[in-house]
């Protein structure tokens, strides 16, 4: 948990890779160097080839609204606080089935109570955006592109 | 083959409420005693037990609370509300295989009173979660908003149409007195001013946060036709974990409105003697209105996107977790039992068959249970 409350990921073997691109700026996935297939979120072998072998490429960030959600209390505080917020699953554009859950922010540094959640649509266009939230963590978040 | 070798032969449980007196482990002891008591058999029979991981009371406290006999079989199914219709189907293969002869399936719960599982969650989250929570997708009601979301997106589904599943369910409730929501009657208006929880779902969207305890007891079908109770067969059981599932948050596959529920169908209609078409009444895990449709597409009784419509088979006609109690989709079975032995308070006339899922969401499974011919 970071100083705000806000839940915050652990850097384990098989995702730190991500958070510390995340942290420099770049959204990277891993792809297998089997076949070249990419996978979120991330794993040690790939269930497609069976490769143990895989590298993280950066990829564009461009990205589609697959679905959205508005919670509302009760919540830990520290969302609360914020709520109603939206969250998002977006659908990469370098493969659709690679989705990732984040936020839809206004811009980079707005909070993710920072867009009317009437004016969300799936299908919408948005590209990522860094918000770094803890001394050691930076999110990936999403604006309109 | 399981099929029609054992039979359900005692229910039992504890009031249910959002708070009742006694621990978990209490309550545990209390239903199991119930359900031996309904059967006719006596603790000092029963060899076998299967549980939820999440059950807070083991085997070895249960057994010498009660005075069970000596144990021959014991095991727990995981992924919560996906584990019910799996306790009772491996105790079911233990009596079915020679493993144990009287077996006991339960769960206790106290949601009602206790903490909320999603609340303790603090610190820093490892991997899946931590690609999920830190951005306020807490709760499951938020990971299966999403999906619903999505669903009504691609099927063209409405609030109303889950409302319609609300209402449907706690009128049902309505004629339960052992039901949390007896004497509570709502309208498809109260459902739509409901307060949000996570946008598209409102409250009534969402289960139950109950107190309360369940337990079956399974013995050979032979066995059963001399016990007090009319025998209620295990016609059919399977479990089903999808290819590339994620559990609450399975978003990262081809078609994540694809649930469990499919992988989990055809193993339990391949071990069938009928299918979807004859089935009699279905209590579906609901833990939340929008499994209730995907459940009736992933079990074959309508087509995809069709099953916010459906309505061709009586459902949850205790109330289901939605309005008689949420213990983690055990009273789904205690009630498919009462609907075959005919003692439901929403009885379905004549009812031989009876489909019970578990949690849509999570790896799952399902029982088909027939009334004794």
Redesign the interface.
Known sequence: ?SDSG?????F?E??APFWTAAMGGSLVVQRCDGCGRLR???RPAC?WCQSFEFSWPAVSGRATV???????P???PA?AE?A??N?V?VALEEDP???????LVASADAP?NSVD?ATIE?GMPVQVVFQR?AEDVT?P?WVRA | MLRDRTAIAGIGQTEFGKTVEGSEKALACRAILAALADAGIAPGEVDGLASYTMETTDEVDVARTIGLGDLSFFTQVGYGGGAGCGVVGLAALAVASGQANVAVAWRSRKRGSGQRPWASRLGRLPPPLQFSRPFGLLRPVDEVAMLARRYMHEFGATREDLGRIAVTVRSHANRNPAAVMYGKPMTLDDYLAARWVSEPLCLFDNCLETDGALAVVIVSAERARDLRQPPVLVHAFAQGLPQQHQTMTNYFNEDPLLGPSHACAPALWRNASFGPADVDVAQLYDAFTPLIPLSWEGYGFCGRGEGAQFDGVPYNTSGGGLSEAYVHGFNLITEGVRQLRGTSTSQVAGASTCLVTSGEGVPTSALLLRRAA
């Open positions: 948990m806000l839940l915050l990921p652990e384990d098989e995702a979120f979120p991330p269930p697959w679905s959205f959600v508005v919670p509302h009760p919540l830990l969302y914020l109603p917020y969250v699953v089935t690679i989705r990732m859950v984040g936020n993710i959640p799936i939230v999110l978040r």
